[in-house]
């Protein structure tokens, strides 16, 4: 009888102290959410100050800084393809106070099996996306065809002799033209260069035939006349090219190939401080301001969305592109 009633006190006690755990959990999340954060936010933009990335990031922590109380400041860390700034956060404390600002290389790059000091899933928790940045199918003075198609069979008629140009191997324009050639069964030549701005000079000077270019670089071209737009790679038309038809339309079934640009933090990030800043980035995504400030760089504002939905991306595009890495044997050297 004593060892029967001693056994049912344990009981109860062990049911107090899990209900008592159990409401201690629960307070701790909005309490965590509400106290973050207690220090500056750097967000890591491991590409050059003034291009996409930056802009975006820039944007992002101008509004973030007013919702949180917190200074946000913007830190570039280049090199690397952007390895050394996804380095940098990837070695932060999971706090939430350092974030990554980065884009579809980082997919790219784990595709390729890029030697890296982290790795993309193991080490990063997604946050929010932020914008696309469609790339635009731009043909030079070098040819002139007036649609995909005509390029499609300018290509078949010279195996090997048409070429494209990048802004290197593995970046999101070299992805773009390895799908291109893969879902038309097309030989094309590609010519690696050292940054955008020099594929697109060396197109304007006729001594490549076209590219996937970002539409930040594209578009003045395109407006001066320069170079003529084929197609967005873009699952949906581009706003500051409404006239100009997607991949798909213009005759390239399943190819999209948008730029994405999203926030990551450090792998370990608590759930609450992740769903406090996923709900700020959808407050700043909605407002006029920024999507206008993303539209005049050539981006497309996110739609509201969550941490989940952002991993989901991330493993789809990962998956897609190691898929056209292995299928197109797409080597870095």
Request: charged share 15%; net charge positive.
């Amino acid at each position: 009888m004593i060892h029967k009633k001693f056994n049912q006190l344990n009981r109860r006690k062990l049911l107090v102290q899990g209900g008592s755990a159990l409401l201690a959990g629960w307070a701790t999340g909005p309490t965590l959410a509400q106290a973050y954060p207690t220090k500056v936010i750097r967000i890591v933009v491991p590409w050059p100050g003034g291009g996409l990335v930056d802009v975006a990031a820039r944007k992002m922590a101008s509004h973030l800084q007013s919702a949180l109380g917190q200074p946000v400041i913007v830190e570039n860390k280049v090199g690397a393809g952007g390895s050394i700034g996804a380095a940098v956060v990837a070695n932060a404390p999971p706090d939430g106070h350092t974030l990554l600002l980065s884009t579809s290389a980082l997919t790219m790059n784990a595709a390729l099996k890029t030697k890296t000091t982290f790795d993309l899933l193991r080490d990063f928790d997604p946050v929010s996306l932020v914008a696309y940045a469609p790339s635009v199918l731009v043909v030079g003075p070098a040819i002139n065809p007036g649609s995909v198609e005509e390029l499609v069979s300018l290509a078949r008629a010279k195996p090997g002799g048409l070429s494209y140009g990048t802004a290197g191997v593995g970046s999101p324009a070299h992805f773009a033209g390895e799908l291109f050639k893969a879902l038309r069964s097309l030989y094309i030549v590609h010519i690696p260069y050292t940054g955008a701005p020099a594929a697109m000079n060396d197109q304007l000077a006729g001594r490549v035939d076209f590219q996937f270019a970002n539409a930040a670089v594209a578009l003045p071209q395109i407006r001066s006349g320069k170079v003529k737009a084929l197609a967005v790679t873009s699952a949906k038309r581009f706003s500051a090219l409404p006239d100009v038809p997607t991949m798909i339309e213009a005759g390239v079934p399943t190819f999209e190939a948008d730029q994405w640009l999203g926030i990551l933090a450090p792998k370990g990030v608590a759930k609450a401080v992740t769903e406090r800043l996923v709900n700020e980035c959808n407050k700043a995504l909605a407002t006029e301001d920024v999507r206008a400030a993303l539209a005049k760089a050539g981006m497309t504002a996110a739609a509201p969305g969550t941490a989940e939905g952002f991993d989901t991306t991330l493993r789809a595009e990962l998956k897609k592109w190691s898929d056209l890495v292995k299928s197109a044997n797409i080597k870095t050297d």
